[in-house]
């Protein structure tokens, strides 16, 4: 990143944060302090549970592991910053900072959809053709699938750090958000952001789209296959095993299609705050309980780890 008018390099970016009302810095401090814990040690608990049952060493519960893995990462990356900065007067952050934060915030939510999807294509297989389950969905194919998720997040991250890393800023350095985002930086930026926004649009697009469409093709041909059950038992045992993804997808999904597919003139600060704060902080807070109290075998296993702890 190029600084001009003479503005030093060390001084960065301030983040507004969610509110500049300082009667509002406390309680929003609690709030989100309270939802970090919740989340770290609902996550957590998650991967305990199934690394502990091996019951629960299949692939759907190792997608499930990995993504409760990258939810801990993905709200550690913003969280802990936007608490300092509740409590702290100057809410700044170093360039380098910025693009640090910037670059683990998207590998995190890339690989976070790209595991979704994974978990989508598992229920595929398993509810239309359940024969293959096995030879499909293999320990092998599972870790190629983890690994290519994990290897085009940091790719794409690599590349979208890099071409904001090329932007001048010559006037404000304060963000209307908090955390660095790359609509928010954009929106700062003197240089001519027309191809810029023109790249980030496409990447995002090829990136978040891909695993999207590969869900809603799953899940269509979920819906044919379970329509030709003929008992309104099985229709149900069926779509029950897919009820806590389908959740949290549409909770996932939801707010990074409002956040990311607009053009930058229609960009909102307040709206983009409540969107942001959706899929960076609430959804991986809910995705334990909603995984959890929905699933009979990770209620099981919770009790059984609670059980062994008090034993």
Request: include cysteine; charged fraction near 10%.
């Amino acid at each position: 990143m190029e600084i001009k008018n003479g503005s030093s390099s060390t001084s960065g970016f301030i983040l507004v944060g969610l509110s500049s009302n300082p009667q509002l810095q406390k309680p929003l401090f609690a709030i989100f302090f309270i939802m970090y814990l919740v989340t770290v040690v609902g996550n957590v608990l998650i991967i305990l549970v199934i690394y502990s049952n091996s019951r629960l060493h299949t692939p759907m519960y190792f997608f499930l592991s990995n993504l409760s893995i990258m939810d801990i990462g993905f709200t550690t990356v913003v969280v802990p910053k936007m608490l300092v900065n509740l409590l702290s007067e100057t809410k700044s952050i170093s360039y380098v900072g910025c693009l640090v934060q910037m670059y683990f915030f998207m590998a995190f939510g890339n690989t976070d959809s790209y595991l979704l999807a994974s978990m989508a294509i598992d229920r595929l297989i398993a509810i239309c053709n359940p024969f293959r389950y096995d030879v499909v969905m293999n320990l092998r194919r599972c870790f190629l699938m983890l690994l290519g998720s994990c290897t085009i997040s940091h790719v794409h991250s690599l590349l979208r750090v890099l071409l904001m890393s090329r932007l001048s800023f010559c006037a404000s350095h304060v963000i209307k958000h908090f955390f660095c985002d790359t609509q928010p930086v954009l929106k700062l930026s003197c240089s001519d952001t027309s191809s810029s926004q023109i790249v980030v649009m496409t990447e995002t697009l090829a990136v978040i789209v891909t695993p999207f469409l590969c869900i809603l093709f799953s899940y269509l041909q979920i819906i044919i296959t379970v329509l030709r059950i003929p008992s309104a038992a099985g229709k149900w045992k069926a779509f029950s095993t897919c009820g806590s993804h389908l959740t949290v997808v549409i909770l996932f999904y939801g707010s990074v299609i409002y956040v990311y597919f607009r053009p930058l003139s229609m960009y909102s600060v307040v709206k983009d705050r409540v969107a942001t704060v959706m899929y960076t902080v609430v959804t991986p807070m809910l995705n334990p309980f909603i995984y959890s109290l929905r699933n009979k075998d990770m209620k099981n296993s919770l009790r059984k780890l609670r059980d062994r702890i008090h034993s």
